[in-house]
């Protein structure tokens, strides 16, 4: 499985942005994807998932209530929608997927699959 992330960019405070991650490959074996993100000094934490099944999510407490996470199996893709971006929010962001488990497992060692990183900025 290949993941491809785009979609980041630079930002105000209190709008909007939309990552996109398409996956190539083997790509049925895919059962949860996921985004991670990392600033700088900081280790990558999780973001949010979705089932490739079910469609169910997850998300970390930092983003709950403003980023939204959804899939598009025909495309196999999956997107992120920030929005109230924070400066905080400022990362590389990265997807991420894994053949087995739910979006409850948000350890990064569950996941199989990588994509490059995509960078969002956000400026105050």
């Known amino acids: 499985v290949q993941l491809q992330a785009s979609g980041g960019g630079l930002a105000q405070a209190g709008g909007s942005l939309r990552l996109s991650c398409a996956a190539a490959?083997?790509?049925?074996?895919?059962?949860?994807l996921a985004w991670f993100r990392q600033a700088p000094g900081n280790e990558r934490e999780f973001v949010a998932a979705?089932?490739?099944?079910?469609?169910?999510?997850n998300f970390a407490d930092s983003v709950r209530g403003r980023f939204a996470i959804s899939r598009d199996n025909a495309k196999d893709t999956v997107y992120l929608q920030l929005n109230n971006l924070k400066p905080e929010d400022t990362a590389v962001y990265y997807c991420?997927?894994?053949?087995?488990?739910?979006?409850?497992?948000?350890?990064?060692?569950?996941?199989?699959?990588w994509g490059q990183g995509t960078q969002v900025t956000v400026s105050s």
């Open positions: 979705i089932s490739r099944g079910d469609g169910s999510t």
């Open positions: 991420a997927s894994k053949n087995t488990g739910t979006v409850s497992g948000t350890l990064q060692n569950y996941f199989h699959h």
């Open positions: 490959g083997r790509t049925y074996l895919i059962n949860v």
